[in-house]
C-alpha cells in the first residue's frame, strides 16, 4: 500500500472519530462506531493507532495546533498588549465553540483516567503561558503595564478567562463573547495599568 492511500485513511479516521468524539465523548466512543463510521474495519484502526486513547490524543493535537497558530495570529496583528490581550483571549474562546474535543478537554479532563491526556493538557497550557507573558513583558517594557511577577499573572490571567469561558453557551455568538470578555477585562486592565497612566486625583485646598 502507498504512501498517501495510508494517508488517506488515517485521515479518514481520525476525522471519523473527531465527529464521534465532539458528539458523544472520548470516553462514550467506541472503536466500533469508529470502524463503522469511516468504513474500515475494526483491525484497520488498529493497524494505525494503538488504541482510542491514541486517536483522541492525535485529534486533540491537531486542534491544539490551530489553536496555537490562531493565538500567535490574534495577538501579533493587534497593536499594543491590552489590543493583544484581548485578542488572544476572545480567539482562545471563539475558537473552543469550534474545537469541540480541545474544549472537551480543557472542561472535563479531571473526569478521566487517562494519564497522556495530563501531558497534553500540560504542554498546552505551557504554550498558552508563554504566549501571555510575551504580551505581559511587552507591556512591562512600554510602561503600560505596572507589574513585576509576569510569570504569576500569567498564569492567573489564563486561569481567571478559563472559568470564564466554563460559564458560557456552547456557541455564544460573537458579538455577545466579545462584550461579555470586554467587561471581564476591563477591571484586569485596571489592575495592570501603570500608575503613571492613571490620572491624578485633584487635591482640595
Known amino acids: 500500500m502507498s504512501k498517501d492511500k495510508e494517508k488517506r485513511i488515517m485521515g479518514v479516521i481520525l476525522d471519523s472519530a473527531k465527529k464521534l468524539f465532539a458528539q458523544f465523548g472520548p470516553r462514550k466512543t467506541t472503536m466500533d462506531e469508529i470502524a463503522q463510521v469511516a468504513g474500515v474495519g475494526k483491525g484497520t484502526i488498529y493497524y494505525y493507532f494503538k488504541d482510542k486513547e491514541d486517536i483522541f490524543l492525535r485529534v486533540v493535537h491537531d486542534e491544539a495546533e490551530k ?16 489590543q493583544k490581550l484581548n485578542a488572544f483571549f ?9 474545537l469541540v474535543n480541545l474544549r472537551w478537554l480543557y472542561n472535563y479532563m479531571d473526569f478521566t483516567r487517562w494519564s497522556s491526556l495530563e501531558k497534553a493538557t500540560a504542554e498546552l497550557a505551557r504554550q498558552e503561558q508563554e504566549l501571555v507573558e510575551q504580551i505581559l513583558k511587552e507591556g512591562k517594557n512600554t510602561g503600560a503595564f505596572a507589574i513585576e511577577d509576569v510569570a504569576k499573572i500569567a498564569q492567573n490571567l489564563l486561569r481567571f478567562v478559563s472559568a470564564f469561558g466554563k460559564t458560557l453557551p456552547q456557541v455564544p455568538s460573537p458579538n455577545e463573547l466579545k462584550k461579555d470578555l470586554a467587561d471581564l477585562l476591563r477591571f484586569v486592565f485596571e489592575g495592570l495599568r501603570s500608575r503613571r497612566e492613571m490620572k491624578p486625583e485633584t487635591g482640595k485646598g
Not at 67 to 82: G, I, K
Open 67 to 82: 489553536l496555537y497558530h490562531r493565538l500567535q495570529s490574534a495577538a501579533s496583528e493587534a497593536d499594543n498588549p491590552e
Open 90 to 98: 476572545y480567539a482562545k474562546l471563539a475558537s473552543l465553540t469550534e
